[in-house]
Nanobody, 124 residues
Framework: QVQLVESGGGSVQAGGSLRLSCVAS????????GAWFRQAPGKEREFVAA????????YYADAVKGRFTISRTSAKNTVYLQMDSLKPDDTAVYYC?????????????????WGQGTQVTVSS
């Protein structure tokens, strides 16, 4: 089993920045892909960003490309999401996830383990 714990959420004004962290414990995730999804009120959960097990390959949703950066530590047990130039549309609960690299990176069904989520609120 893998436990994922997110932190770093909060409230910021538009244009501000936040850095989310996701720490894994239990079974190692060094060979797994790491990802962030988000869910806004009344909307379905959507893909935000993913990083390969090596950290060399990254993938982003069009809505966040150029503003968000996903990375992971060399030990590969922590995944970060640096969020810059935040917009009110980025307001959501952000979830960390990890799963096999053999599956689609932008499909939430590809991920086996999920964190509890952290709230991000961006005001205009």
């Amino acid at each position: 089993q893998v436990q994922l714990v997110e932190s770093g959420g909060g409230s910021v004004q538009a244009g501000g920045s936040l850095r989310l962290s996701c720490v894994a414990s239990g079974r190692t995730i060094s060979q797994y892909r790491g990802a962030w999804f988000r869910q806004a009120p009344g909307k379905e959960r959507e893909f935000v960003a993913a990083v390969s097990w090596s950290g060399f390959s990254t993938y982003y949703a069009d809505a966040v490309k150029g503003r968000f950066t996903i990375s992971r530590t060399s030990a590969k047990n922590t995944v970060y999401l640096q969020m810059d130039s935040l917009k009110p549309d980025d307001t959501a609960v952000y979830y960390c996830a990890t799963g096999s690299p053999a599956r689609r990176y932008d499909d939430d069904r590809s991920y086996d383990y999920w964190g509890q989520g952290t709230q991000v609120t961006v005001s205009s």
